[in-house]
T-cell receptor, first 109, second 116 residues
């Protein structure tokens, strides 16, 4: 069965510092990986997906199949990045997403 | 489109009472998902439907939980009887197939349930 692990419940950084939110997965096939974000008092929404290979709000994530990781990175954190971040996986045979337990990012001024 | 609509937004009830949560997916979306969010376990999939048919309910905690989707525009998640450990935020999400961004879920605002 697929599994998504986000080892950090809370990550606190100062404004302008680099950010890396860790995500590891276990799945034997070719997964599709996503990062979702939930800002305070807002709905959970898609941040980015690995197949798009895009940068959203300065965030990037590279799928590393050798390390089974999909870490989310941003070189310079902003206060408005403070939110709850969820890594998610979809396997090719199942339509639902499996989410990690989430990491709360706090960016301090 | 108003997006995925959930009701109620907040529910406070006493242990043993029946709770019904409601969801209206985005029109044209053929998949509907119910997730539960807690501090300890994050987002857990409870059940999902395709074209109103339940496909996978392996995440439903126990027989006290049931979900229905009588038509393409409405789904309910019922807990009977409710227990304090059911306190969580319950999210409904929907998505479509065959369109750009087909695997992207659109979430509702959630229903925050507190069972005393």
């Amino acid at each position: 069965a697929q599994r998504v692990t986000q080892p950090e419940k809370l990550l606190s950084v100062f404004k302008g510092a680099p950010v890396e939110l860790k995500c590891n997965y276990s799945y034997s096939g070719s997964p599709e990986l996503f990062w979702y974000v939930q800002y305070s008092r807002q709905r959970l929404q898609l941040l980015l997906r690995h197949i798009s290979r895009e940068s959203i709000k300065g965030f990037t994530a590279d799928l590393n199949k050798g390390e089974t990781s999909f870490h989310l990175k941003k070189p310079f954190a902003q206060e408005e990045d403070s939110a709850m971040y969820y890594c998610a996986l979809r396997d090719t045979g199942r339509r639902a997403l499996t989410f990690g337990s989430g990491t709360r990012l706090q960016v301090q001024p | 489109d108003a997006g995925v609509i959930q009701s109620p937004r907040h529910e406070v009830t006493e242990m043993g009472q029946e709770v019904t949560l409601r969801c209206k997916p985005i029109s044209g979306h053929d998949y509907l998902f119910w997730y539960r969010q807690t501090m300890m376990r994050g987002l857990e999939l409870l059940i999902y439907f395709n074209n109103n048919v339940p496909i996978d309910d392996s995440g439903m905690p126990e027989d006290r939980f049931s979900a229905k989707m009588p038509n393409a525009s409405f789904s309910t998640l019922k807990i009977q009887p409710s227990e304090p450990r059911d306190s969580a935020v319950y999210f409904c999400a929907s998505r479509s197939t065959g369109t750009p961004g087909a695997n992207v879920l659109t979430f509702g605002a959630g229903s925050r349930l507190t069972v005393l």
